[in-house]
């Protein structure tokens, strides 16, 4: 009804400040004591200037009322047991000016549409209230909302245990995340089953001290899991054996322990860059020799997909076109790092993939421009080809330094080809992420009871490999090398192992797999981190991150989850709730 007035008379001044600025008194709905049953009596009124999402400004007279028999409360006789009115906390919460139907709608502007405060202050000043408000408040509005998102999450955790239930257990995921600068870490555990947080908080550091604390809030809310599955520091299988007992599996996250072998590569893969980018300046060279080509007002755009080497070639063996064809090799080399799948080294090595386009084009090339009967020895392209040769000829300047620079080539060829033979024991090769390119990397990880029962076996016949090549092996890196992949493999091939769990849902036996990384939570954790630079337009977020990185996975997890969905798409009913959770703070004892 306000708000079809205001509309009515929005071009009023007088009639519309007169809407604006409402004066609403509210008593208790019942004036009888909850131990006598008697009349109460008016013991104060409370004034308060309030906003609302609706009603815009407001002033709130609220009157509390006593019972002169039964005045202090029984366990604390400096308190008056007073009783408000029950409506006036489902308006606004005591202490507070923000009515729950503005928290809502500014929570769901900052948090669902990632809009930044003056967004958010524009669209509240030219909402129908005209509500205007500093940018400090709203973004303590912001954070209030993910606060009682938590709350509701912690009154509705008997919910939460019902479908642990359902589900026949949880799997437990834990891991913490930070900011440079930020000086904490969000710690989250989650149940990749059910998909529920099952806590966040925000601690010093991922320390024994500050995580067994939190997992043995875990244990006595949720019981024991079926599987535990982190990361690799060290203390973590410990502090999960002394809180949750030595029988429960502790998985090890199979992408992390790939990770730790990223130092083996660093110094051999930084010395190939090096020689490449500053001593040889390859990329450089062909980028000069691609812009000269680009300049050739003979070469006429073709359609052709220079992401392919297979297409070039085949460009080249239909058409004869030795100008274009080179144009795209050179352009298909520039492009190496497209090799790469972005988890960075170990599984990425952008200059070793560099040299070896760089040799399988020259291959081509070679053949482009000797092929006299298509290229007719013109001069134009004796001069493309020598502008290339002087490329080729400067890798092979320095003979002593070439030749080490072979040599960490090879060594590095020896490392990748070990390592990913370690990927293929794990089922984690290429071939396998490819089966669906736009999976999430949690689900594009999971594995088949056929994987997970060949995976114990895969990493004993990789450590005989291992044994045998270093027995017939003689050279002395190499040598180093096989120790190194023998020692960390060995290390934990016992947490590596992927169980097979039966549960029992609905009277029916179920066998499932669980996740074997823990992209399930560094996918979540870099969602959340993607949102507040959306809403600040920073990219570096120790402040904001130290403030609600903790109180996102609450509002997330619950959001998306069928058993709260209902709740965030409905904005009174999620307003409803808000004022109901903040209600048990004022309960009479």
């Known amino acids: 009804m306000v708000n079809e007035l205001r509309t009515k008379f929005q071009n009023n001044q007088k009639i519309f400040s007169e809407l604006s600025n409402l004066k609403i008194r509210l008593y208790p709905e019942e004036n009888i004591c909850m131990i006598c049953g008697k009349k109460t009596y008016v013991l104060k009124t409370s004034k308060k200037t309030c906003y609302s999402f609706s009603l815009g400004q407001f002033t709130l007279i609220a009157g509390y009322t006593f019972c002169k028999d039964h005045k202090y409360i029984p366990v604390d006789s400096n308190n008056i047991l007073k009783y408000h009115s029950q409506l006036a906390m489902e308006i606004v919460e005591k202490n507070y000016q923000i009515t729950f139907d503005l928290l809502v709608k500014v929570g769901e502007l900052r948090y669902q549409d990632h809009r930044q405060l003056e967004e958010i202050k524009t669209f509240l000043k030219c909402s129908m209230a005209k509500t205007d408000l500093p940018l400090s408040t709203i973004g303590m509005i912001s954070k209030r909302y993910l606060e009682c998102c938590k709350r509701l999450h912690e009154k509705y955790e008997g919910q939460i245990i019902e479908d642990i239930r359902a589900n026949g257990g949880y799997v437990l995921h834990f891991d913490g995340s930070t900011e440079q600068k930020c000086g904490k870490t969000t710690f989250v555990v989650k149940d990749s089953k059910s998909g529920h947080v099952l806590i966040s908080e925000m601690i010093d550091s991922e320390n024994h001290k500050d995580v067994k604390p939190l997992l043995e809030i875990v244990r006595k809310k949720y019981g024991i899991p079926l599987v535990i599955l982190s990361d690799l520091r060290s203390w973590f299988v410990s502090v999960c054996q002394e809180v949750f007992g030595e029988k429960v599996l502790h998985i090890l996250c199979h992408y992390h322990f790939l990770r730790t072998f990223k130092s083996f590569f660093c110094k051999e893969h930084k010395l190939i860059q090096t020689h490449l980018t500053h001593i040889v300046k390859l ?55 497209q090799d790469s799948s972005g988890k960075g080294l170990p599984f990425d090595l952008p200059y070793l993939d560099f040299y070896n386009r760089f040799m399988r084009g020259k291959k ?226």
């Not at 755009?301 to 090799?329: C, R």
């Not at 998306?560 to 798409?569: L, T």
């Open 283 to 337: 990329r450089a060279e062909i980028q000069y020799q691609l812009e000269l080509v680009k300049t050739e007002t003979a070469v006429k755009p073709v359609n052709i997909n220079s992401k392919s080497f297979e297409e070039i070639k085949m460009y080249w063996m239909t058409s004869g076109d030795a100008l274009i064809t080179y144009q795209h090799l050179l352009s298909w080399i520039l492009k190496f790092k």
């Open 364 to 589: 081509l090339i070679d053949v482009v421009f000797s092929d006299k009967k298509r290229t007719n020895s013109s001069t134009r392209l004796k001069f493309y080809y020598n502008g290339f040769l002087t490329i080729v000829k400067k890798m092979d300047v320095d003979k002593t330094k070439n030749k080490e620079f072979r040599a960490h080539i090879r060594q590095l060829e020896y490392l990748r080809k070990w390592f990913m033979k370690l990927r293929g024991t794990l089922f984690m090769e290429a071939a396998q992420e490819n089966r669906d390119t736009l999976a999430p990397l949690s689900k594009r990880y999971r594995l088949t009871q056929e994987e997970a029962k060949a995976i114990p076996k895969n990493i004993q016949q990789y450590l005989e490999e291992l044994k045998k090549e270093f027995t017939f092996c003689k050279n002395k890196k190499k040598k180093e090398i096989l120790m190194r992949f023998q020692k960390q493999t060995k290390k934990h091939h016992k947490n590596l192992t992927v169980p097979i769990l039966t549960v029992n849902i609905d009277e029916k036996t179920e066998t499932f797999i669980p996740y074997r990384t823990n992209n399930f939570l560094e996918t979540s954790f870099r969602s959340d981190k993607t949102i507040i630079r959306r809403q600040t337009g920073r990219s570096k977020l120790p402040r904001e991150f130290g403030s609600v990185g903790a109180l996102l996975p609450y509002f997330k997890s619950m959001k998306k989850h069928r058993s709260f969905r209902h709740f965030f798409d409905n904005a009174t009913k999620l307003a409803e709730e808000f004022a109901n959770v903040t209600e048990n703070d004022l309960s009479i004892p």
